[in-house]
């Protein structure tokens, strides 16, 4: 296992030798110490390697990720998994403003709570989180799913396009174009194996509703303009 | 963008390290404002005394001043010099007549704040540059806030550095930026309160002043500014024994805040909390939109 200590060396190197690594990686277990809130931890990795991260980072931890499983053992700033391609990043703490924001794929866990945006824009990145949401979270959001095992804020999944939310508590307000919609049984298969995926074992998809797109926002409709 | 410090201490075994650690914080946010800095220090009030922080360009403005006080006043006053600022201690009961008497007299100084805890230092520089120039980490005290300032809303000067006073052991630092503040200057002013500055916090830190005047506390002040301030701010207010944290409803800004049994603090973000005591055990958090945390003690 390869340890890179922050308190030590500098993000520079410790992202540089990161973006060394392909996938044939030999070396396939790092842990990074004294992240202490440092922005651009492990960004960029494009490997199969799995990385552990001993403390709370800033900014934009994870982001852009393919490939690899990174883990937080605190807290993680705005944008954590920010445009993650693949892979899986879990956040033991809380995560601030925007996580897995825009992320094209792969699966970002919060364990904690997550702040206001999650999601937001998101395109295909599966997101769950066991706490709450803060409010505007999958604005615009695309495709993927977002599940929530907690409650949700304000204006949740405004102009929402494909994108698939499932709640467990209580949702503050829907956003505009965002309306609870039916659990059909491949609802159910889905967000079981999402739990699943996410180590949540005891938690069941029946105890959750889905939201979605009412689909009028689409296209600009002049009877819609106070929706805009 | 900005930075924000903050440190109030629960436990008062911790005033000694006051300046050292709010100097630490502030050391983290250089990067997040550049271009000025400045905080303010709540020291331990003596009885019956005021401060008023001056600032002036040319410091050789302060010699003789205590002097001049007291021949044209019969006021008896002590004057501390750090660089560009300096501090004067005098009866509380003479603080309007001095106040009054510097602005006319000596217009080339600008004061910075007053109050009977209170001291304000701010200029344009590096952060840790105007950290220690003014001796930031020797300082004590309960409770203290810093600000690094990347300027938007006005120009680059020690005057549009925040904190900004505008009411007796108030201050008030920011980051965002407010779009309602020339209509609500002008309505404050025409309430007598007074500005010094274009700057858009600087209307935040009188709107908190002229609330209070009207009898609120710090919380009920601070939960006004939802309601009639209209833009982006991170807001952290101290009084002469209170601190106060409110976020707008959208909060874009980062926070992030701190709380054992020995202290309370905020940073815009955790990299100004990892030197705090016991930051591992610490109540980690993220204020929520458009609610109000105060403290008092």
């Known amino acids: ?228 | 963008m900005c930075g924000i410090v903050g440190l109030f201490i629960k436990n008062q075994a911790l005033e000694p390290q006051l300046g050292s650690l709010v100097s630490k914080m502030l050391g983290t946010m250089c990067e997040r404002g550049p271009d000025s800095a400045g905080f303010a220090v709540y020291g331990t009030p003596s009885k019956g005394k005021s401060k008023i922080t001056l600032q002036s360009p040319e410091p050789t403005s302060f010699q003789g001043l205590p002097e001049r006080i007291k021949k044209e006043l019969g006021v008896a006053t002590d004057l501390t010099v750090k660089s560009s600022h300096a501090v004067l201690t005098l009866a509380s009961d003479k603080l309007e007549t001095v106040r009054d008497w510097l602005r006319t007299n000596v217009p080339q100084i600008r004061i910075m704040g007053a109050g009977e805890a209170i001291e304000i230092y701010k200029e344009v520089g590096y952060p840790t540059d105007v950290a220690n120039r003014f001796e930031l980490s020797k300082m004590t005290g309960s409770h203290a806030i810093g600000h690094t300032r990347m300027a938007t809303e006005s120009a680059v000067t020690t005057l549009g550095a925040h904190p900004f006073s505008t009411g007796p052991d108030q201050c008030l630092v920011h980051n965002g930026s407010l779009s309602n503040h020339a209509s609500l200057r002008r309505e404050l002013a025409r309430d007598g309160i007074r500005f010094e500055t274009e700057n858009d916090t600087e209307v935040a830190a009188a709107y908190i002043t002229w609330r209070m005047k009207q009898g609120l506390n710090l919380g009920d002040a601070l939960r006004g500014t939802i309601d009639d301030l209209d833009g982006f701010f991170n807001f952290v207010v101290g009084t002469k024994n209170g601190f106060g944290v409110v976020r707008d409803p959208i909060a874009c800004k980062p926070a992030v805040m701190a709380e054992t049994d020995d202290y309370v603090a905020f940073g815009s973000e955790y990299r100004a909390l990892v030197n705090l005591p016991d930051i591992d055990k610490a109540h980690v958090w993220e204020p929520e939109p458009a609610t109000v945390y105060f403290w008092e003690r």
């Open chain 1, 1 to 228: 296992m390869r340890t890179i200590d922050l308190s030590k060396s500098s993000l520079r190197e410790l992202n540089e030798d990161l973006h060394r690594q392909n996938s044939g990686a030999n070396e396939s277990s790092w842990e990074i110490l004294n992240p202490r809130g440092a922005h651009a931890v492990a960004v960029g990795i494009d490997a199969p390697i799995s990385i552990n991260v001993k403390g709370s980072v800033g900014y934009y931890c994870a982001g852009m990720n393919k490939q690899a499983a990174v883990t937080v053992h605190g807290s993680a700033g705005p944008g954590v998994a920010e445009n993650m391609m693949s892979g899986r990043v879990v956040i033991k703490g809380d995560a601030s403003q925007y996580a897995g924001a825009t992320g094209r794929g792969g699966l970002l866990v919060i364990e904690g709570n997550a702040s206001s945006r999650c999601g937001i824009s998101m395109k295909g990145i599966d997101i769950v989180v066991k706490g709450n949401i803060g409010h505007m979270s999958a604005f615009m959001a695309q495709s993927g799913h977002l599940v929530v095992c907690g409650d949700a804020g304000d204006a949740l999944g405004d102009s929402i396009y494909e994108a698939k939310l499932f709640v467990r508590g209580s949702v503050k307000s829907l956003g505009s174009d965002c309306l609870e919609k039916e659990m059909r049984p491949e609802h159910h298969e889905t967000l079981t194996k999402l739990l699943k995926d996410a180590g949540l074992n005891g938690v069941k998809s029946n105890e959750f509703k889905r939201y979605g797109s009412a689909r009028k926002l689409y296209n600009f409709n002049i009877d819609n303009a106070d929706a805009y």
